[in-house]
């Protein structure tokens, strides 16, 4: 099964057959002061750097959240979708709890984006799934029900079910329909990321759909983040996941030589030209740096 997006002038398929699809994360206010402070202040210089230098160390997409306290948000994030568009060609994954701002960032988004989230809870696939179809839109569905997060992989699986009959009922495609199904931290619960990679498996078993990840979720509160990023990345991508919101610049890597190991880079030549790509990228960052 293949999902399409399209940014300005580039278009990505995820599937379990094609490689892996990073949607950059970093532009996002939460536990950013500093981004916070510039979407208060006006300055987009800032976001449209992140913007280029998350597609340039290999972001496919472009997680899109504008989300600061008292911040005129719909506004907001109408200008700073219109602003990345002629910045960067990539798809936009508009990221926003609320229905009112992502109407507001589909309508400035070019080609076809992705909306980062719906769960299936009864209001939201009410209020978010409409919006998402008429604009032609994919969907991230988080496996969240009206109780909570679900403990059991079986019951993140219904979860998942709930989100796909309802948008199917909504005439959302199945293919447009992508899957989280939770990564939560090892942290405080060591089969935390057990649980994920068992819904995983579920997931691509039952209905095939795409499964996207909030990865670098499994590694909060532990010291060596990236290791354990690193680490489960290259477990969910044997597991089926296909796509996930994360650093680029940590990840990439990993992430490439994955895709080279599960058979999706032809004799790695994708792989190396990352390589060569990424080593550019840190000589250029290394000259510039102040001394």
Same mark, same amino acid.
């Given at each position: ?19 892996? @699809?990073?949607?950059?994360?970093? !532009? ?6 500093? &981004? %916070? #402070?510039? =979407?208060? +202040? ?45 910045? @960067?060609?990539?798809?936009?994954? !508009? ?6 701002? &992502? %109407? #507001?960032? =589909?309508? +400035? ?183």
């Amino acid at each position: 099964m293949h999902t399409v997006l399209r940014g300005s002038s580039r278009e990505v398929t995820i599937g379990v057959d094609k490689p892996f @699809v990073m949607i950059g994360e970093k !532009i996002n206010p939460t536990g950013n002061k500093k &981004l %916070a #402070a510039a =979407l208060q +202040a006006g300055d987009l210089e800032g976001v449209v750097a992140l913007a280029q230098k998350q597609v340039a160390w290999g972001a496919d997409v472009l997680d899109i959240n504008v989300g600061v306290p008292g911040l005129d948000e719909i506004s907001v994030i109408s200008t700073v979708v219109r602003l990345l568009s002629q910045s @960067v060609d990539v798809a936009f994954c !508009i990221d926003s709890g609320k229905t009112e701002i &992502l %109407a #507001a960032g =589909l309508g +400035a988004a070019p080609g076809k984006p992705l909306v980062n989230s719906v769960n299936a809870e009864k209001k939201q696939l009410e209020t978010i799934l409409p919006i998402v179809r008429d604009r032609g839109a994919a969907v991230i569905g988080l496996t969240i029900g009206d109780a909570g997060i679900p403990k059991t992989p079986e019951e993140r699986v219904a979860a998942a079910d709930t989100i796909i009959r309802r948008a199917s009922q909504t005439g959302i495609p199945i293919e447009d329909i992508l899957i989280d199904p939770l990564v939560m931290t090892v942290g405080s619960d060591s089969r935390a990321a057990l649980v994920t990679l068992q819904t995983i498996e579920l997931l691509r078993k039952e209905f095939g759909v795409n499964i996207n990840l909030g990865a670098s979720n499994v590694s909060f509160g532990l010291p060596d983040r990236e290791t354990f990023n690193q680490a489960f990345l290259s477990m969910a991508m044997q597991a089926g996941a296909t796509c996930a919101i994360t650093d680029p610049v940590k990840l990439g890597s990993a992430i490439r030589a994955g895709d080279v190991l599960l058979g999706r880079d032809d004799y790695a030549m994708r792989f190396l030209k990352y390589y060569r790509q990424a080593e550019a990228l840190r000589s250029q960052e290394t000259a510039t740096a102040p001394q």
